[in-house]
Nanobody
Framework: QVQLVESGGGLVQAGNSLRLSCAAS????????MGWFRQAPGKEREFVAV????????IYADSVKGRFTISRDNAKKMVYLQMNSLKPEDTAVYYC?????????????????WGQGTQVTVSS
């Protein structure tokens, strides 16, 4: 069992940065691929980034590539999403998720555990 708690969201102006954090509980955190997803009002949940259990594989959505960076600290059971050059279209609730079975899944259906989400609002 893994419990996930996101933090770090807020209101920022376009062009600025935020760092989201996801704190995990559970003994086997280092075995899980960790992903970030987001959901804007009226839209489906979409993939943002994923990192493999070792950190050796990272995948990003085209919309955030070059602006966002995912990282993890297995000793601290933490996953981070550094978001730079934020745009109004990045506004959404951001969720972290954990998956035990795949190396770096991009589909939300692959994930076993989800956090409650943190709101990110980017003003123009």
């Amino acid at each position: 069992q893994v419990q996930l708690v996101e933090s770090g969201g807020g209101l920022v102006q376009a062009g600025n940065s935020l760092r989201l954090s996801c704190a995990a509980s559970g003994r086997t955190f280092s075995n899980y691929a960790m992903g970030w997803f987001r959901q804007a009002p009226g839209k489906e949940r979409e993939f943002v980034a994923v990192i493999s259990w070792s950190g050796g594989t990272t995948i990003y959505a085209d919309s955030v590539k070059g602006r966002f960076t995912i990282s993890r600290d297995n000793a601290k059971k933490m996953v981070y999403l550094q978001m730079n050059s934020l745009k109004p279209e990045d506004t959404a609730v951001y969720y972290c998720a954990a998956d035990l079975t795949e190396v770096a899944p991009v589909s939300p259906r692959s994930y076993d555990y989800w956090g409650q989400g943190t709101q990110v609002t980017v003003s123009s």
